[in-house]
């Protein structure tokens, strides 16, 4: 055996050995909380074990979460608010979605996972079985049982005051220039009150829908008014008409004036000849 083979039986065992050394010495993965013999056994929230890779701990895939350390391979399905319930917070990977239940109805437990209708409306709270409005400084939206306190401004900014079934809408300042006030707000709706220009605008909308209404309105009517003519005349047309025609006279009264005949003589000269 030369000196030649001699070294890379050598080299081959140092790179086996080698190999060996950065497999069992290798990290399990940063997710990990506990791990044992080079595998994990335990993952952080919101991740969870892979079966493909001992060492890995895989995030929560879409529509699921894991809020505790665990050893699972699957993740806890998020829950999802519809129907009579809707979001107060969305599920992430490490925690699961909040619901709440729509105005006019209030969780009926802990965990909202049931509602039941609110006899009180919005701007009220319940105090024994009477609805009573809610205290200055506090509102009901009609989601709650109880009036809340409104929430407390940024150095006093407010854009919209609050009311008994509203809570107050915060503006905070960031930037100011000489030629404008930049304003970033988290409002979900603001109600403003109309300049006159849109006053004036919403008039003449208003005005010009009314006399379009007219003219409809006219038009409709004379198309009835010809209709009701139209039908008038057929009906005269179809109504007999009687001609009343003069009876013939009687054979007597056509006579012709009858002229004497004979020696038929006058009245005078009969009584001059009788004298």
């Known amino acids: 055996m030369s000196f030649t083979d001699n070294m890379e039986k050598v080299a081959l065992a140092l790179f086996i050995g080698t190999a060996l050394l950065a497999i069992t010495s290798a990290t399990v993965s940063d997710n ?14 919101g991740f969870r074990r892979t079966a493909e890779n001992c060492q890995k701990c895989d995030a929560c895939p879409l529509s699921s979460y894991m809020d505790v350390p665990n050893s699972n391979f699957n993740c806890k399905r998020c829950r999802s608010c519809e129907g009579i319930f809707q979001y107060e917070k969305t599920c992430t990977y490490k925690s699961n979605a909040v619901c709440k239940c729509v105005p006019g109805k209030r969780c009926a437990d802990k965990d909202c996972m049931t509602c039941k209708n609110i006899p009180c409306k919005a701007g009220q709270q319940l105090i024994g079985k009477k609805c009573i409005d809610c205290p200055y400084g506090t509102f009901n939206d009609g989601t709650d049982k109880e009036c809340k306190a409104w929430k407390s401004c940024e150095n006093g900014h407010i854009l919209l005051n609050g009311s008994s079934s509203s809570d107050v809408v915060c503006a905070d300042l960031i930037k100011t220039t000489e030629k404008s006030t930049t304003i970033i707000t988290t409002v979900r709706e603001v109600t403003r009150k109309p300049d006159d220009n849109t006053v004036m605008v919403i008039v003449y909308i208003g005005i010009i829908i009314a006399v379009l209404l007219f003219v409809v309105v006219l038009i409709v009517l004379n198309q009835k008014f010809l209709k009701w003519v139209k039908t008038m005349k057929n009906k005269v047309k179809k109504m007999p008409v009687q001609i009343n025609t003069p009876k013939e006279e009687d054979a007597c009264s056509c006579h012709y004036p009858e002229e004497e005949q004979g020696n038929a003589l006058l009245p005078e000269q009969h009584l001059h000849d009788t004298v």
């Open 32 to 45: 990990c909380l506990k791990e044992q013999d080079g595998c994990c056994t335990q993952c952080l929230p």
